[in-house]
Structure formats: structure tokens, C-alpha cells
């Protein structure tokens, strides 16, 4: 079946340091793939996606390009900021018949940033 | 703006009561999930609704039930809550010109059993 593996955390930068969480996936057909992070407390919000090979997605500084070829979907960021620090997931979309959208979460890497 | 409503923000309820959780969303997404988190895991789902249908995932407690009365709002009841079903409970939706799979997530109604 489909899923979604990411590299374990807590990953812990200085502020400014370069951020990458690896991120990879197992499914078939041709999903979209997503990250999403989650601030203490909070519900989960969409950083960016990316619905096709090749995509880049982009927002607030991260990007992440859809590679099918390694099978991957890695986040980085040039320059982190301490309000960066919350819980980041990696996500595909289930696109089996039933067209639930159902979402396929990683395992969550928790991202620290020290001033 | 629009967005994902989720009533209370934090629930307290006793071991055994039953508790009701609320969503209710202004995208007029017509479907609708509930998903349970712990702990800063992933979220799981529990079910969803796709316009009136409902589809249960097959792990999901008979403990669990939801109600969806119209487009806007969506409800989890928990029949009796045990200690283990306290959690983070999130609600999603997506509508069907939001991109392929896209959920919006509330903000989650934290759950804690006494």
C-alpha cells in the first residue's frame, strides 16, 4: 500500500542554519504530495504541494520539488527563523478509486530552532 | 475569511460521558474529515463524508459516530470515553475544485478524560 517515510527528529538548527527533511514515498499512480506543519497547539496548515513530477512547491521560503524518479518530496529552507520551530508532515494523497482524497501522513519531524 | 471552525477549543469530559465535538467550515467543501491525533503523531483518520455519504475507516472504534446534518457542519460523538481517547481531534475538508487531495484543517479540539 501507499506510504510516506520521514527522517526521524528532532532535527535542532541554529537560526539562519539551511533546513532539509527528507521525505520519500511508496505508492501508485500519481499522487499529490504535501507538507504541512503544525505550530503548538494547533491544527495542521498547508505549507505547499506539489500535484505532478517535477513540481515545485513553494511558500514562506520552503520548497520542495517532486522528484518520481527517487521517489521523494525533500523540504528545505535557506535560512530558518526560531518561528519556524513547530512539527513538519509529509503527506500524499490517496488517489485509489474511491477518490477520498485520503491523505497519507509521515510520522512528523519535529523542527527546533535556537536563537 | 473562510475557513474551518472547530467548538470547543479544549473539551473536558468524565471516563464513560459522552462528549460531542463540532466542525463547521464557510468553503462549502462538500467533503468533510475526522481525524484523531496523539501526541504530535500523525493525524488518523477516523471517517469521512463525502457530501452525505459516510465512510468509516475500518480500525475505527464503534465508539465512535459522527453526524453530518448539512453541508456546513459536522459532528464527532464519543459514547463513552475512555482514558485512551483522550487526544487532539482535527477536522478537514476539501471541496472538489480545492486540487487534487488538498485538505484544510481546523484548529482541533483538544479532548482530555477524567
Known amino acids: 500500500g501507499n506510504s510516506v517515510t520521514q527522517m526521524e527528529g528532532p532535527v535542532t538548527l541554529s537560526e539562519e542554519a539551511f533546513l532539509t527533511i527528507n521525505c520519500t514515498y511508496t505508492?501508485?499512480?500519481?499522487?499529490?504530495l504535501f507538507w504541512y506543519v503544525q505550530y503548538p497547539g494547533e491544527g495542521l496548515q498547508l505549507l505547499l504541494k506539489?500535484?505532478?513530477?517535477?513540481d515545485k512547491g513553494s511558500n514562506k521560503g520552503f520548497e520542495a520539488t517532486y522528484r518520481k524518479e527517487t521517489t521523494s518530496f525533500h523540504l528545505e529552507k535557506g535560512s530558518v527563523q526560531v518561528s519556524d520551530s513547530a512539527v513538519y508532515f509529509c503527506?500524499?494523497?490517496?488517489?485509489?478509486?474511491?477518490?477520498?482524497?485520503?491523505?497519507?501522513f509521515g510520522q512528523g519531524t519535529t523542527l527546533q530552532v535556537k536563537p | 475569511d473562510a475557513m474551518v471552525i472547530q467548538n470547543p477549543r479544549y473539551q473536558v469530559t468524565q471516563f464513560g460521558k459522552p462528549v460531542t465535538l463540532s466542525c463547521s467550515q464557510t468553503?462549502?467543501?462538500?467533503?468533510m474529515y475526522w481525524y484523531q491525533q496523539k501526541s504530535s503523531q500523525a493525524p488518523k483518520l477516523l471517517f469521512h463524508?463525502?457530501?452525505?455519504?459516510?465512510?468509516n475507516e475500518a480500525d475505527t472504534p464503534d465508539n465512535f459516530q459522527s453526524r453530518r446534518p448539512n453541508t456546513s457542519f459536522c459532528f464527532l460523538d464519543i459514547r463513552s470515553p475512555g482514558l485512551g481517547d483522550a487526544a487532539m481531534y482535527l477536522c478537514?475538508?476539501?471541496?472538489?475544485?480545492?486540487?487534487?487531495?488538498?485538505?484544510?484543517f481546523g484548529p482541533g479540539t483538544r479532548l482530555t478524560v477524567l
Open positions: 503527506a500524499l494523497s490517496d488517489t485509489g478509486s474511491s477518490n477520498t482524497g485520503k491523505l497519507i
Open positions: 468553503l462549502n467543501h462538500n467533503v
Open positions: 506539489a500535484t505532478k513530477a517535477d
Open positions: 463524508y463525502y457530501d452525505k455519504d459516510f465512510n
Open positions: 478537514a475538508t476539501r471541496g472538489e475544485t480545492s486540487g487534487k487531495g488538498t485538505q484544510y
Open positions: 505508492a501508485t499512480g500519481y499522487p499529490s
